[in-house]
């Protein structure tokens, strides 16, 4: 089969969409996901959008949290841009029908929350479910556009660009190296197609599958990073992954976070013996940046052999606690945790990769007509650490800049999608029967990935993780070339290259910074590091 489309967008996160809606207003938007449309990373967003509404609150102080929390490796210009475009694309998701938590019954007061790192209360939210409300609305909007059709369960195998047409014989004319669409697996059918458009945008969100513990959904394997690294997209700072401090430990609970909105509205960290511990490591205690408290803990729990710490907020009323996050407490009640009447059990787990495929200030790669947008991407707004509630935002300024910058190329002639690209070409691949080929391996990675390059790094872990990862992309290479590809196959080779990018950044930066901590190199090394990880192949 081959679709053609203006605008093809493979993921329908917040970004995915936002751009779609725009996009639909100069052409034809095919959207991709490979699973159902509503599973996407978010859906699980608990926090919200930081941004500036607070008539006491400021731009300024908005960037200088962004900026200090980013250790130094933010881009300023981006982080401005970013802060300044955001309340008016809350203003707009509003308008578009998204219900945000206000304070009583005052409509014009948006509820404003607070997070670590934030200097004042800026998180607009919808009590603890915001990612849900607003890609409930996001979806809703595209269902009913006639210009953008979805197709679930396709996943994005490889992207179509030029010197793959070029190489098959189809154009001749080599210029710079661009993109013309992806081949997508139908996953129902085990078909792969060919999906042609005059721009391509990568919104697939993280890659939190890469760690043995994360809060992301099973979704979060980075295919689009590794789709978008292997065309040769440059990536950059890969090394910043960010581990949430607070999930919650309980042998049943898979991925669930409790939000840092918790410790914003009054919640403590406690040790094993109930007390307190912050004050020891930051001035801001239990709201410093979360770098510093994922860190905390880590070094709480190496002491004390235990392995969880609590966050406690049952010194606040339980009607209070209740409202303000039904999700949470119903979810830990399912548990038999009483969260208003006893501290909950938690540990840190990956949660958001900083770094991802760099772009400029529209979105766009370094190949023509191919632009990344939300997590996949690296914008220059997040530095080293990602101040918290910033990611949402981040999705929907970028997702605009990037729609208005294709759509008027796309209103003009160029860029013109070729007449034909060579179809999907299995070779002699047969179906395979070794399954736990892919399952082995897919454990292998986010074991050692947890142990060697996890919150704490050293020289020594991350060679071993080099070797193991290397062994594995072999058998890798091997097993894709010969057998059918499968979702399963696809994502464990995206899951693969991703770990190989990770460990690559972090064993290049010789110094520790935000996420990054480096026993061999405990410092900062400004002269020679403060500069952005950029890899590509
Ligand atoms: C949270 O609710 O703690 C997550 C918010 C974020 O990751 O920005």
Redesign the pocket.
Known sequence: MEVRSDFLVIGTGIAGLSFALEAAKSGTVTIVTKKDKTEASTNY????IASVFDPEDSFQAHVKDTLESGDGLCHEDIVQRVVQDGPARIRELIAMGVHFSHQSSNRENLDLGR?GGHSRRRIVHTK?LTGREVERILLQRAEENAHIRIFENHMAIDLITQSRIIKRGMVTSETRESCWGAYVLDIDDNTVSTFLARITVLATGGAGKVYRYTSNPDIATGDGVAVGYRAGVKAANMEFVQF?P?CLYHPQAKNF?I???VRGEGGVLLDGKGRRFMERYHPLKDLAFRDIVARSIDMELKKSGEYCVYLDISHKPPDFVRNRFPHIYETCMGFQIDITREPIPVVPAA??MCGGLLTDENGLTNLDNLYAIGEVACTGLHGAN?L?????LEALVFARRSADHSREKVSGEEPKAPPSAPHWDPGGATDSEELVVVSHNWDEIRRFMWNYVGIVRTNKRLVRARTRVDNIQEEIKEYYWNFTVSSDLLELRNLALVAEMIIACASLRKESRGLHYNLDYPSRDSKHWRRDTVIWK
């Open positions: 967003a608990q926090g919200g997070e603890d949430h607070t976070l939000s840092e909105a949660h958001y990602r918290a509630s910033n990611s949402l």
